[in-house]
């Protein structure tokens, strides 16, 4: 499974980004999915995920209200909408999936260890 991640840039404080990505091969609406990111000089860190039916979702605390995942699975793509970004968004945000335990349609992966196919990243810098 390959997964391609998009939709990076540099924005303002305050402003929106929207981040895609796309898989190929695989079926990808058995695998849930997740938005993690790095930033500089930091651990990697789970920010986002989804169920594979897209019926659920969790998001961290620092992003709730302000981010929200959704997946369009006739699309092979799951989003992340940024609003409000802050400096401290500043990351390369990782897309990754994993098949859920038992096919489960409503898990959610939470930990970067529970992923098993990771895209690329792509970069957001949000200034001041």
């Known amino acids: 499974v390959q997964l391609q991640a998009s939709g990076g840039g540099l924005v303002q404080a305050g402003g929106s980004l929207r981040l895609s990505c796309t898989t190929l091969?695989?079926?990808?609406?058995?695998?849930?999915m997740g938005w993690l990111r790095q930033a500089p000089e930091k651990e990697r860190e789970f920010v986002a995920g989804i169920s594979s039916s897209g019926a659920s979702s969790y998001h961290v605390d620092s992003v709730k209200g302000r981010f929200t995942i959704s997946r369009d699975n006739a699309k092979n793509t799951v989003y992340l909408q940024m609003n409000s970004l802050k400096p401290e968004d500043t990351a390369v945000y990782y897309c990754?999936?994993?098949?859920?335990?038992?096919?489960?349609?409503?898990?959610?992966?939470?930990?970067?260890?529970?992923?098993?196919?990771w895209g690329q990243g792509t970069l957001v810098t949000v200034s001041s």
């Open positions: 990754a999936a994993r098949i859920p335990p038992f096919g489960s349609r409503m898990y959610i992966a939470k930990t970067l260890d529970e992923y098993r196919y």
């Open positions: 091969g695989g079926t990808f609406s058995t695998y849930a």
